[in-house]
C-alpha cells in the first residue's frame, strides 16, 4: 500500500503549539500535560463516553454522582497512563513519524527517567480511585494494566494492535456494570464487544494517517492489514458494533427511543464510510475525532431507552 502524499503535510503533526498549554501552563508543566495528551483531550472522551453509557445502563436510569466523578477521573488518569506508557516504548520510533516527531520524549523536551517518576505518579493517584469502587471492580481495574503495558509492543508483532487497544479503552464499561450490580451481564459484556470493535473500526481510520511510517519502521496496525479494503473492513466493524450493542438493547429491556439512537448511529457509520478515503489523512483525523458523537448518541440512547 502506497501514501497518497508524495511530500510530508504539516497538517499531520498531532501538537498544536499556541493552544492552552502553551498559554496558561508554567513552563515545566507543560511536557507533562503533552505526554499525558492533556492538551488532546478527544482520547479521554472515547475512553469515558461509552463507560457513562455503561453506568446508565447498569443502573437504569441515571447514575450516581459519586460514580460518574470516580469513572470519570478513572478515564482522564488511564488515559493519561497509556499515553506516558506508549511514548516511553516509542521514544525512538517517534522521531521518524511525521505525526509524533514534536512528542516530548522523542524531542527531548522530558528523559525517561521524568517520565518514570511521572507514569509512577499517575499510577498512584489512580490507585487511590479503588477505595471507591467494591472489590469485583478493583481486581477488573488490575486485570486491565497488562494490556496497557503491552499495547506498545503489540504494533511491533501484530497487525491487529487496535484490538489490544479497543480492550483498553473501554475497559471502564465492564467496571461500571460491576460496581453497579456486582456482576457482569451477558448484555453488559455485549455492549463492551460492542464497543471494542468500534474502536477497531474508528482507529484504523485514524491509522491510516501513519501507513507510509510505519511500512518504513517496518511496524503494524490495522490499515496496513486491511490495505485497500479498509473501507470493507471498517464497514464490517462497523456493523458488528451496531449488531451486537441492538441486541444488548433488546435483552436490557430497552424502550424504542434506544433503538432510534441505533438507528442515528448507523446513519453515522455510513456517513464515515462515504467520507473515508485512503488517500485523504487530514480527512481521516476529523472522522477519527467525529466519534466522540457516537459516544454523546449512546449516552442518550442508553438513557432515553432506560426512562422513557
Known amino acids: 500500500m502506497t501514501s497518497s502524499a508524495s511530500t510530508p503535510s504539516p497538517d499531520l503533526n498531532d501538537i498544536v503549539f499556541d493552544d492552552w498549554v502553551e498559554r496558561w501552563l508554567p513552563r515545566p508543566w507543560r511536557p507533562y500535560a503533552r505526554l499525558c495528551r492533556l492538551d488532546r483531550p478527544i482520547g479521554t472522551w472515547l475512553t ?4 457513562i453509557a455503561a453506568l446508565v445502563q447498569s443502573a437504569g436510569g441515571f447514575p450516581s454522582l459519586k460514580r460518574l466523578i470516580v469513572f470519570s477521573l478513572g478515564a482522564l488518569l488511564m488515559r493519561g497512563i497509556g499515553c506516558t506508557v506508549n511514548d516511553m516504548w516509542d521514544r525512538d520510533i517517534d522521531k ?6 514534536f512528542r516530548p520524549l522523542t524531542s527531548g523536551q522530558l528523559g525517561m527517567r521524568q517520565a518514570v517518576a511521572f507514569l509512577v505518579g499517575q499510577l498512584a493517584v489512580c490507585a487511590c480511585l479503588l477505595f471507591f469502587i467494591n472489590g469485583h471492580s478493583r481486581w477488573l481495574a488490575l486485570a486491565v494494566l497488562p494490556f496497557v503495558f503491552i ?3 503489540c504494533k511491533r508483532v501484530t497487525y491487529w494492535p487496535q484490538a489490544v487497544l479497543g ?3 473501554n475497559w471502564g464499561m465492564l467496571m461500571a456494570w460491576s460496581d453497579t450490580r456486582g456482576a457482569l451481564p451477558l448484555a453488559g459484556v455485549a455492549m463492551w464487544l460492542g464497543a471494542v470493535l468500534w474502536q477497531i473500526g474508528y482507529d484504523s481510520i485514524y491509522a491510516y494517517v501513519d501507513v ?3 511500512q518504513r519502521l517496518n511496524l503494524h496496525s490495522t490499515a496496513l492489514r486491511f490495505a485497500e ?7 464490517g466493524f462497523y456493523l458488528a458494533t451496531l449488531l451486537l450493542w441492538t441486541w444488548a438493547g433488546h435483552s436490557l429491556g430497552a424502550g ?3 433503538y432510534a439512537g441505533m438507528a442515528v448511529l448507523a446513519a453515522h457509520f455510513c456517513w464515515q464510510l462515504a467520507v473515508f478515503d485512503l488517500k485523504r489523512p487530514d480527512r481521516n483525523f476529523m472522522l477519527f475525532r467525529a466519534n466522540l458523537w457516537v459516544g454523546v ?3 442518550a440512547a442508553a438513557l432515553g431507552g432506560a426512562l422513557l
Do not use: A, S
Not at 469515558?48 to 463507560?51: M, S, V, Y
Not at 521518524?96 to 516527531?101: C, F, G, I, N
Not at 479494503?229 to 464497514?235: A, L, N, S, V, Y
Open 212 to 214: 507510509r511510517d510505519d
Open 297 to 299: 448518541v449512546l449516552i
Open 96 to 101: 521518524h513519524v511525521e505525526r509524533t516527531r
Open 229 to 235: 479494503q479498509g473501507k470493507t473492513w471498517i464497514g
Open 167 to 169: 480492550i483498553c479503552f
Open 256 to 258: 424504542r427511543f434506544y
Open 151 to 153: 499495547y506498545p509492543f
Open 48 to 51: 469515558l463516553l461509552p463507560c
